[in-house]
């Protein structure tokens, strides 16, 4: 097979190639790695490229088929792991000066889970430094491109993830989701990402542990792909104590009997007037709507009201930043990025009073949403409130002439979902004029990934994106 098709090739049916001894995992892996160093110069998606192991790995897969020995779900997938994950004898350093020579002693819970699924690591891909951020640059390797248009930014913070996948340097990858950072890079790309259930993915290492903001997870070129990663990784672990016992066959079996007839969906271009949205972005999101009501969905324009959303990000993101990052401040914070800096500080400034007020409107935010679910399937709206910007810009100031308060108030269309704790997906829905990736965010009830992926797996089979690459692809 070409190595380029190879390299574009789902990790499902890379599954079904291998089984039918069709190709092997060395052919693959030598191709996506070929790959890397044909495209990543370009747009500097992997900072770190474990190529001996990657091969050794791949080179005892193919034995294991030779063997006929019986074969994980993964067996051979290449993956990714975003630089925020610690990877066994391989650099992790956070996008952060502090870390640049880390390399860490054992690997994070998600990624000895994928490779118990046989999946082999290629790499660590990009991220703004500890992941602060929608745009994906740092002081240790620099920014990474969008591969639509070099010249614009790829999101973040999962952004050489994203990148990595647009351009066939690896079918499947992980990435990590406070404020969007699965689902912005996935929308600027014009791939999957998805932020399930806080504790569906069980997160371990973490200095949080009680943390029910952040999350870990899968992104991929297509949803099939997106759900095979998920049940390899889903499910519970005492060292993660948000995480609980779920049946990950739910996930394979909704990809496989993709539906929406029947279903009630709710639509947002800005969830209640939240942010504004640009026109161009609103008006090919909204283009969704289309297709969810030809699938046999009734469409309704309707949102709860998300106003306090930047009262309880300012707590609780200022409260986490704090407790993450502060000690590093007297050292470092002439070498670290000013939008981190300023959440740290602005958290280091947070009363308790404001702290317990931004909990008490989450609650009350989440009561508000939780009713209205009750009447809908699906919430769907614009990943993304703008269309990718120019990458040296490390945030809109402003959106439709409306400035902006700080560095995350642009993705408040993601960031507001994350607050309610809602499983939701970014998948590809179109095309600005210059050619940009739109991201629809389909949005689901409380721990209903299964649903969402059937949602999303419909709307791939009705509205395919997958043949679409782009131009340094």
């Known amino acids: ?4 098709t190879l390299c574009f090739t789902p990790a499902t049916e890379l599954a079904r190639l291998f089984r039918a001894r069709k190709v092997s995992p060395l052919e693959v892996m030598e191709a996506v790695l070929a790959r890397i160093d044909a495209v990543n110069p370009q747009l500097n998606a992997y900072v770190t490229v474990a190529r001996e192991s990657a091969l050794r790995a791949a080179r005892a897969a193919t034995s294991a088929l030779r063997k006929g020995a019986r074969l994980r779900p993964l067996h051979g997938v290449p993956v990714s792991i975003k630089d925020l994950t610690p990877t066994k004898g391989i650099r992790t350093t956070w996008g952060s000066r502090i870390f640049e020579h880390h390399v860490p002693d054992d690997d994070a819970l998600i990624v000895q889970r994928l490779k118990a699924a046989g999946a082999i690591v290629v790499g660590k891909t990009n991220t703004p430094e500890f992941g602060a951020g929608g745009n994906t640059f740092n002081a240790v390797f620099g920014a990474t491109r969008n591969p639509w248009n070099p010249a614009l930014t790829c999101g973040g ?5 994203a990148v990595a996948l647009a351009t066939g340097m690896g079918p499947i990858a992980q990435g990590s989701d406070l404020g969007g950072s699965l689902r912005t890079p ?19 290492p973490r200095e949080l542990a009680w943390d029910s903001l952040s999350v870990t997870g899968p992104m991929a070129r297509t949803v099939a792909d997106t759900a095979l990663m998920l049940s390899a990784i889903a499910g519970p672990d005492d060292r993660a104590p948000l995480s609980y016992d779920v049946d990950t066959r739910e996930f394979l079996k909704a990809v496989k009997a993709p539906s929406v007839k029947g279903w009630r969906v709710a639509w947002t271009p800005d969830l209640n007037g939240l942010i504004p949205v640009d026109d161009e972005v609103a008006r090919v999101a909204a283009g969704a709507t289309n297709v969810f009501r030809a699938l046999g969905a009734k469409v309704e324009t309707a949102c709860p009201p ?6 309880i990000v300012l707590a609780t993101r200022g409260l986490s930043m704090v407790a993450l ?12 990025q000013k939008g981190l800096v300023w959440n740290i500080e602005q958290g280091l400034t947070l009363t308790p009073h404001a702290i317990a007020c931004g909990e008490k409107l989450r609650t009350v935010l989440w009561h508000r949403v939780r009713a209205f679910m009750e009447r809908y399937d699906l919430l769907i709206l614009p990943t993304v409130a703008v269309p990718p910007f120019p990458v040296e810009h490390p945030y809109p100031t402003e959106i439709k002439g409306k400035p902006l308060a700080n560095y995350t108030q642009w993705f408040f269309l993601t960031y507001g979902i994350t607050l309610t704790g809602l499983p939701a997906i970014s998948v590809p829905c179109g095309f600005t004029k210059n050619e940009l990736p739109v991201g629809l965010q389909i949005v689901g009830r409380r721990r209903q990934e299964a649903a969402v992926l059937r949602a999303a797996a419909a709307f791939e089979a009705a509205a395919p994106w997958a043949d679409k690459r782009p131009p340094l692809a």
């Not at 097979?1 to 380029?4: A, F």
């Not at 913070?157 to 993830?161: E, K, N, T």
């Not at 998300?306 to 009262?311: I, L, P, T, Y």
Request: proline content about 9%.
């Open 325 to 336: 990052h502060a000690d590093k401040l007297p050292r470092w914070k002439d070498q670290m």
């Open 306 to 311: 998300f106003g306090e959303v930047n009262e």
């Open 186 to 204: 996935a929308a600027f790309c014009g791939v999957v990402g998805f932020r399930t259930t806080p504790g569906l993915i069980p997160y371990y």
């Open 157 to 161: 913070s999962s952004g050489g993830g």
């Open 1 to 4: 097979m070409d190595p380029t």
